[in-house]
């Protein structure tokens, strides 16, 4: 058995347990190195935080475990298809890889997929059905918010 198929099966077993817990039916496995360095289930209906998605509190596990949110060189294993939200925080952690067990085809007849959000997404923003704008508001008398940020950056305060 591939390490990947046994990183995969640790998501299932996780999924499951959550779900038999009353979770919802999700598990991930943030590997870097070969070493589990952090697992989550989908917390969301204990929490009540839509965010707690498994894949989303291993990142927030191990960016805690490692103390740095720069996850290069890890990867993710899931129980299923990453949702658009979990994607966008796999590639700001700088994750390499992510492999999932089951599709959004196979959890469309559960309510379990997120193809219909893909979709969404995929459209132009005028197009999407949330209205998103962009207006330019800015603090009086304050610097410039992104300028200022950069400055006490590079430790100009």
């Given at each position: 058995?591939?390490?990947?198929?046994?990183?995969?099966?640790?998501?299932?077993?996780?999924?499951?347990?959550?779900?038999?817990?009353?979770?919802?039916?999700?598990?991930?496995?943030?590997?870097?190195?070969?070493?589990?360095?952090?697992?989550?289930?989908?917390?969301?209906?204990?929490?009540?935080?839509?965010?707690?998605?498994?894949?989303?509190?291993?990142?927030?596990?191990?960016?805690?475990?490692?103390?740095?949110?720069?996850?290069?060189?890890?990867?993710?294993?899931?129980?299923?298809?990453?949702?658009?939200?979990?994607?966008?925080?796999?590639?700001?952690a700088g994750i390499d890889r992510v492999?999932?067990?089951?599709?959004?085809?196979?959890?469309?007849?559960?309510?379990?997929?997120?193809?219909?959000?893909?979709?969404?997404?995929?459209?132009?923003?005028?197009?999407?059905?949330?209205?998103?704008?962009?207006?330019?508001?800015?603090?009086?008398?304050?610097?410039?918010?992104?300028?200022e940020w950069k400055r006490r950056q590079d430790?100009?305060?």
């Amino acid at each position: 058995m591939s390490d990947e198929a046994a990183f995969l099966r640790q998501a299932l077993a996780l999924a499951f347990a959550n779900s038999e817990r009353g979770g919802r039916p999700f598990g991930a496995v943030l590997v870097r190195d070969g070493e589990v360095v952090a697992t989550g289930v989908n917390e969301i209906l204990n929490s009540g935080d839509p965010t707690a998605h498994a894949e989303m509190n291993a990142i927030r596990a191990a960016s805690r475990s490692i103390g740095a949110a720069d996850l290069r060189g890890s990867r993710v294993y899931a129980s299923g298809h990453p949702c658009p939200m979990c994607l966008a925080a796999m590639r700001l952690a700088g994750i390499d890889r992510v492999a999932y067990a089951y599709s959004n085809d196979e959890g469309a007849p559960y309510g379990l997929s997120t193809a219909a959000i893909y979709e969404d997404l995929a459209k132009p923003f005028a197009e999407q059905s949330m209205a998103i704008s962009h207006i330019p508001v800015r603090l009086e008398g304050q610097f410039d918010l992104y300028a200022e940020w950069k400055r006490r950056q590079d430790g100009n305060v």
